[in-house]
Structures are given as structure tokens and as C-alpha cells.
């Protein structure tokens, strides 16, 4: 399946009936289905995908339980929803999965199929996907106001390439704040940790914040305040994937002049 908005779905489930209720859900919300994944760098393929929901069939708990663990334990995929389901209400069995998995919701397939139940799984999904689109409502008003002077000295720390100090003045900025562009502050400084991180040699830092700050640059607008966030992503990617290319032992031969400035104007 493909989809032109780029949602995804991540599912572990073989049963045949759970992946088709699967399937028409995907077809509901627009999203693509990914059914599997490759063993290695599980966190940053679930950070980079950036699913909708995180779908179990409780039958393989015990299988998935080291997978979901991960992706809950780190700061760049923990906000992903997980929802467990089978074809029961056995509160024992659901009350371990919330333990085991993390589970956010149980979703009772049984009912959905014998009775036509609402919400259905398309429903659950899309009660967290409203929330999010919410925010971004918000986020848009705040994008077309003007930075606050604190955040203009954490850009002005960035491109002086300051970027520990760029990281205090922006955290101060994101306490600051109460309304969802604070996530841009919260990205921007993540990325300037990691750019501060490839500086001092530290290959393994600088990947958890590069991939922590996504969840927090991919939803924001192309421009938000004054800020070229579309061309502050892409050049953050760059480095990210020029880092990677060297790996770990040859991270003393990272080009910085791959850090680029952040690219912005003052609105009065």
C-alpha cells in the first residue's frame, strides 16, 4: 500500500483477520502499513518513520516485548502510541501487557467483529492524530508571531557555532514557553547538542540527539518566527547523514562547515 500523505502505521500482528482490520483501518486514515522491520537500528528507523501508532497483537508479547521496551525507553520514540489488541477482555492478560509493552490502549477485536463497536481501530488512532493536529493549529498562530529576544540569542549563539551556550539559552526559552512552538526551541537546541556532541568526538551523543530532535523539527511549518526551519532540517540531515557515513571512528574527519547557520528574519 502507499499513501501520498506519508502516514504510517507500524503493526506486529500475523494473524490474518487482525492485519486485514488492520488494513481498512490504514485505508480510513490514508497511512501505509509497515508489517516488519530490520533488527538493527530499530530507534532510528521508528524515529525517522514516525508512525501514527504502534499496533501488537498480544499473542506475541513475549516477542515484541524487547522492541517495544527499546522504543519506549528512548527520548525519540517514546511519544508513539501503543496499542495492544486481541480477541479478549482478559483484564489479567491486559494488565501484564501494560506492564511488559508499555500498552497506552487495549483494543478488543472480538467486539469490533461481532458487534460493530465505535470507536473502531481507524477511530483510536485518529483520537491521538486530532489531538496532535490541534496543537499544529496553535503551533501555526505562534509560527506568525515574533521570536522573543531569548530566542534570538540562541540563534545568534548557533551561528556564532556556541552551541552549548546556544543550548542553555534555548532551554530557557523552551521552560518559557506554554505554547506548542516550544517544540521548535526544544528541536533547535537538540540539534545544536549534537553538532556540539560531533565536536568533541562523540559519535553516539550526537546520533540520539539528531534523532530525538526529529520528532520535533518534521511536524513544524517551513518557516515558523522568521526561522528557515524547512532549510534548518535539511541541513541538519545533511550532517547527520555525512556523520554516519564516517561512522564512529572516523568522526575526527566530520566536515563542519556541514554545520550551517540557521537561516532567519527578524518579524516586527
Request: overall charge negative.
Amino acid at each position: 500500500m502507499t499513501t501520498a500523505t506519508g502516514r504510517k502505521i507500524l503493526a506486529f500482528v500475523h494473524d490474518a483477520t487482525l492485519r486485514q482490520m488492520i488494513e481498512d483501518a490504514a485505508v480510513e486514515l490514508e497511512a501505509e502499513v509497515i508489517w516488519a522491520l530490520e533488527k538493527d537500528h530499530i530507534v532510528k528507523q521508528v524515529a525517522e518513520m514516525r508512525p501514527l501508532a504502534i499496533l501488537v497483537h498480544l499473542s506475541l508479547m513475549e516477542e515484541v516485548k524487547p522492541i517495544i521496551q527499546g522504543l519506549k525507553a528512548s527520548p525519540a520514540t517514546r511519544r508513539v502510541p501503543v496499542i495492544a489488541f486481541d480477541y479478549h477482555s482478559d483484564e489479567e492478560i491486559i494488565r501484564k501487557a501494560a506492564v511488559t509493552i508499555y500498552q497506552d490502549w487495549y483494543f478488543n477485536a472480538r467486539d469490533m467483529l461481532t458487534l460493530d463497536i465505535r470507536p473502531t481501530l481507524a477511530g483510536m488512532i485518529r483520537n491521538s492524530l486530532e489531538e496532535t493536529e490541534a496543537d499544529s493549529q496553535e503551533l501555526l498562530d505562534h509560527c506568525a508571531q515574533p521570536m522573543t529576544p531569548l530566542v534570538k540569542k540562541g540563534l545568534e549563539e548557533f551561528n556564532a557555532g556556541e552551541y552549548y551556550e546556544c543550548h542553555e539559552t534555548l532551554e530557557a526559552a523552551w521552560m518559557a514557553e506554554t505554547t506548542p512552538v516550544r517544540d521548535m526551541y526544544r528541536g533547535i537546541l537538540q540539534v545544536a547538542v549534537a553538532y556540539y556532541q560531533i565536536q568533541r568526538g562523540n559519535y553516539n551523543g550526537a546520533m540520539k540527539l539528531f534523532l530525538r530532535s526529529i520528532q520535533w523539527l518534521e511536524p513544524l511549518p517551513e518557516r515558523c518566527q522568521g526561522i528557515e526551519i524547512a532549510r534548518f532540517r535539511a541541513g541538519a540531515l545533511q550532517a547527520r547523514l555525512a556523520m554516519e557515513a564516517l561512522g564512529p571512528e572516523r568522526i575526527g574527519e566530520f566536515d563542519q562547515k556541514l554545520m550551517k547557520p540557521i537561516i532567519y528574519e527578524e518579524q516586527f
